[in-house]
């Protein structure tokens, strides 16, 4: 098998993984109600309690087309730029200072990528034609996470995730970690579930529910521009917080 061969299969396992394991666990809570204890973590009360099943079958063929036209390609493109960067693509693990160095720029990179372009999507012309399809969940569940116009996809959200390991030249074994770390997360700030445990979807939750504000991943950003103004002057704002324990949320 070529390096090609490995990088691709070893991308689309993480991302298929990810998609059914944490997306699809959430859509069982979503659907079936199960675990009951999940439930009673609803960020939105109420929403999403009955999913119709048009707009499932449009979540998830939109999934498809994402993941076909622009994911595939975008996992092609990044074969090519991590061998134009000398990356090492076995599965040899990295010195565990660089891995941990890695991944707090790739954090940083994606954090800038992720907040001026989504800062752009919600530009008139932009939010119209583009990002108003995101936001067609104001109450967003997991597999939302994924759910966009090819256009926003790639320059919003892959961009900004796919250049920390092309800036770094890192290896596969990192860029695959920062990849299932990053996606999983992802997929909880559009749960829906403030859960113990897990980082808060309160932030991105709230920029759903009020479509402005809050777009970053961190908060930082926001946070030097203004842009969490209303999202600070809430009361979702002092539940925007890792607990450890149901109690905690109250």
Known sequence: MTSAHILLTATFTVYLSILTLVGGGFLVVDIYHRPRWVLKHKIQKGKNLMIEKGRLRGLLNNILLNSTVVLLPGAVVLYFLLKWR????SFTPPA?????????????????????SH???????????????HHEWTAPIGLTAVYSHPIEMLVTNLIPFLCGPVVFGSCLVTAL??????????????????????PSPEF??????????NYGVLGVLD???????VFRESSRFRKHRFVFSSRTLT
Do not use: C, N, Q
Not at 98 to 109: A, C, K, N, R, W
Not at 182 to 195: E, P
């Open 96 to 116: 565990i200072p660089t891995f941990f160095l890695h991944l707090s720029g790739f954090v940083v990179i994606e954090e800038i990528g992720f907040y001026y």
């Open 177 to 198: 970690w920062w990849f299932a770390i990053a996606f999983t997360v992802t997929i909880i700030h559009h749960s829906g579930y403030h859960l113990p445990l897990l």
């Open 204 to 213: 991105h939750d709230f920029h759903h529910l009020k479509f402005t504000g």
């Open 223 to 229: 946070r030097l521009h203004g842009t969490d103004k």
């Open 119 to 133: 800062r752009l999507m919600h530009s008139s012309f932009l939010y119209k034609r583009v990002h108003k399809k």
């Open 86 to 89: 000398d990356s090492d693509l």
